[in-house]
């Protein structure tokens, strides 16, 4: 064989080994994302164990793993319509545009006030991520929110997406620490408006 050739093949080789082992991107890796996908059929990688309605899997490292989506929720959000709904752009009218309002916050607080406060956002995932199952048994977690004279609107929509998207055990607290704002104390009253029972504030 000319040793051309024989360049030609070594070179080959080498790729075709990276390609199905390469960490993140080769075959490989594929194939164990995709024993820890969700399966309906019963066998080896995993089964419905027919709790919660079927939404529980478990693995051959016999954790169980469960579809934490909430399908409700997801449907009553696909719904929704009025201004700044789905993430989509708040056209202003003539009268409304004013520089002025940006003024306090950087954005326009004029639009944030006048978005719902638990408006619906796309689900941006990846369409591999939508299929993920996560563990049953999730460790609860505090959220901690710094802030410094931000905007009423945006902060209360803030608590409210955390508190709307996320099953409530799994919320140990919500820590709100104003950080030395002088617009008058938002914490209680945020705090009182949120009526979430785990906020609190420092
Ligand atoms: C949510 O809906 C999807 C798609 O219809 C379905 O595959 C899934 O099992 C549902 N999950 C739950 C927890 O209801
Ligand atoms: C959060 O988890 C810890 C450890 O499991 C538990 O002791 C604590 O009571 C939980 N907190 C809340 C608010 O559920």
Redesign the pocket.
Known sequence: MKRRQKRVLQMAFLFMVALIFLPNVGLWSMYREKSLMKSHEPGEQGFPLGLNDGHIYTWTDGLRRRDWHDNESIRKDSQRVGKGEHGKPYPLTEDECDDSVYKENGFNIYVSNNIALDRSLPDIRHPNCKQKLYLENL??TSIIIPFHNEGWSSLLRTILSITNRTPD?LI??IILVDDYSDRGCLCWKMKKTSKHS?AYCT
Do not use: C
């Open positions: 460790p609860n055990h140990a607290e785990k």
